[in-house]
């Protein structure tokens, strides 16, 4: 064998090392909780609500001052069906997830977690905790559903690991910010398999 292929091989070797090193040396995602949110959270909630690279899909604009974070959370978080603070092993909120009744069978589920925790596979694992318990909490229920907007490709991503089915794009179909949007419709249902 020449001193190049030795070489070649040698590198070949490091770089499998180094792949099954790093592989192994990855952190899996942050372990997480669900709770219901409290008044008392309002602190925490407002380091997502006032962000604009959070809200930027949602429904509703940044918030601007406590107290109408305060209202949101007395009006609409505290009588909610079934909302939950998505929390770190300190218990503290990083964002919120949110299953909302459709119709007698159908709920639709939807999240926000603070930018600083994007991309650490906290959001997925939060999906997953509520897609495992829904349907024993609400046996009723028939579908899960998601509608993202068609350029929330990270949120799309999150879904799809956690073995929701894309089933399309529904055109025109929500008036956003002043835009009308496309959104994508993903479903999942009790005889499905999580990823």
Known sequence: MSQKEINQENSMEMDSQSMIKSAVNSSPPEKIHLRPM?????????????????????????????ESAIAFINDVVLPHPWLRAICLDNDRP???ISVTPVDKIRGEIGY??????????????AVRLVAEEIFKEKPEMERLEALVD?????????????GFVKEGVMRNFMYLKGNIRDMVMFSLLPSDSLH
């Open 112 to 125: 926000v977690i603070g930018s600083k925790y994007w991309g650490k596979g906290i959001a997925t694992e």
């Open 38 to 66: 409290t008044l008392s959270d309002i602190d925490d909630f407002m380091v997502w609500a006032t962000d604009s690279n959070v809200t930027r899909f949602c429904t509703w604009e940044p918030y601007t001052s406590r």
């Open 94 to 96: 990083i964002g919120s």
């Open 150 to 162: 068609v350029d929330n490709v990270g949120s799309q991503k999150v879904l799809e690991k956690v």
